[in-house]
């Protein structure tokens, strides 16, 4: 069921209309490791300072270890990105939190929210990390700004 859910967000993401989904979904495509093959992933994202913040549950990140680059399609535009996977939730706090303020229904689908008063509770942070999400931060590939 997933992946026909899928399909149906990439052609629409990709199609003329995209702007129905695209101000909270992009398109990221990254080639496999051991394949080789171009893989096309609809995920949730925040932009950050020209930076495309993606939380995410699977396996497909971690074809972005050690550095990988992405194409990651935000409101119709393609962008060659560069990718940081966090696994870490403490080094992924910060960032988490930018997505929660802004996406808050990617919270309720990780399992993750902020509190009344706008904490992240760190605890359920850890407890999403150990089930396999992670926090992948796109950055421009020609960027020469320090990182954030």
Partial sequence: MQKFFNRIVLWL????VHQILSGRLAVVTITGRKTGRAYRIPVG????HGD????SPGNWAMNL????TAKVRVRGEERAMH???ITKPDQAASLYKIILVRNPVHGKFAGIELDNDGNLD???LR??????????HFKPQNATR???
């Fill in 122 to 124: 760190p605890d359920r």
């Fill in 52 to 55: 495309i913040l993606v939380g």
């Fill in 13 to 16: 993401l990709r199609s003329p």
């Fill in 65 to 68: 270890r050690g550095g990988a």
């Fill in 127 to 136: 407890a999403a990390f150990r089930q396999g999400i992670v926090l992948i």
């Fill in 45 to 48: 994202y925040v932009e950050h």
């Fill in 83 to 85: 990718a940081q996977v």
């Fill in 146 to 148: 320090p990182g954030i």
